[in-house]
């Protein structure tokens, strides 16, 4: 059984930072894409990034282009998303989830196992 569980949520300023991390447990890790999602209230669980299995590919979602940044530590089987300027419409629970296929892919149809979530809140 593989295990993710998120930590890094919390409470910023707009315009902060907060670096989330992902860590994974169960089987080899370098087996894995990896993928963050996020849910607001109300509103669909939508893909945020992903990385590839090595960390040498990544893919962003338009909104966290330019502001997100995602990496992997294989070593230490630990996904990790660093996200700056952040706006109060990053406010949502942030999801982590793995791809058994290695495929960077944005919907959510192409994970296969997802963490509990961390909550970010962005205060205006």
């Known amino acids: 059984q593989v295990q993710l569980v998120e930590a890094g949520g919390g409470l910023v300023q707009a315009g902060g930072s907060l670096r989330l991390s992902c860590a994974v447990s169960?089987?080899?890790?370098?087996?894995?894409?990896m993928g963050w999602f996020r849910q607001a209230p109300g509103k669909e669980r939508e893909f945020v990034a992903a990385?590839?299995?090595?960390?040498?590919?990544?893919y962003y979602a338009r909104s966290a282009k330019d502001r997100f940044t995602i990496s992997r530590d294989n070593a230490k089987n630990t996904v990790y998303m660093q996200m700056n300027s952040l706006k109060p419409e990053d406010t949502a629970v942030y999801y982590c989830?793995?791809?058994?296929?290695?495929?960077?892919?944005?919907?959510?149809?192409?994970?296969?196992?997802w963490g509990q979530g961390t909550q970010v809140t962005v205060s205006s």
């Open positions: 989830a793995a791809n058994l296929r290695g495929e960077i892919r944005g919907d959510r149809s192409g994970y296969d196992y």
């Open positions: 169960g089987r080899a890790f370098s087996d894995y894409a």
């Open positions: 990385i590839s299995r090595s960390g040498d590919g990544t």
